[in-house]
Nanobody, 115 residues
Framework: HVQLQASGGGMVQAGGSLTLSCAASGSMHSLPTVAWYRQAPGKQRELVASIISGKIINYGDSVKGRFIIVRDDAKNTLELQMNSLTPEDTAIYYC?????????WGQGTLVTVSS
């Protein structure tokens, strides 16, 4: 069983940057798929970025070119580097790790971008 702890959220002005971190209690090496999701107030949860099978990286259209997802299996961490933030990026961000049908979720960290 793996527990995920997300951190790094906070308030930032539009145009600024923020890096979210997700620490796994166990080895992430056995979890080939990792991702960040977000949910804004009144909106459905959406995929922000993912690394599938350890190597295929995907980004949501709204964050392409601005966000970078990084996994470090040696440190059992997952990061989301967010740049050029806009108020539309305001949401609770969740990290996940998955192996087959087994999916682990972090508790979420709030990002607020002010205009």
């Amino acid at each position: 069983h793996v527990q995920l702890q997300a951190s790094g959220g906070g308030m930032v002005q539009a145009g600024g940057s923020l890096t979210l971190s997700c620490a796994a209690s166990g080895s992430m090496h056995s979890l080939p798929t990792v991702a960040w999701y977000r949910q804004a107030p009144g909106k459905q949860r959406e995929l922000v970025a993912s690394i599938i099978s350890g190597k295929i990286i995907n980004y949501g259209d709204s964050v392409k070119g601005r966000f970078i997802i990084v996994r470090d299996d040696a440190k059992n961490t997952l990061e989301l580097q967010m740049n050029s933030l806009t108020p539309e990026d305001t949401a609770i961000y969740y990290c996940i790790a998955q192996r087959g049908n087994l999916m682990y979720w972090g508790q979420g960290t709030l990002v607020t971008v002010s205009s």
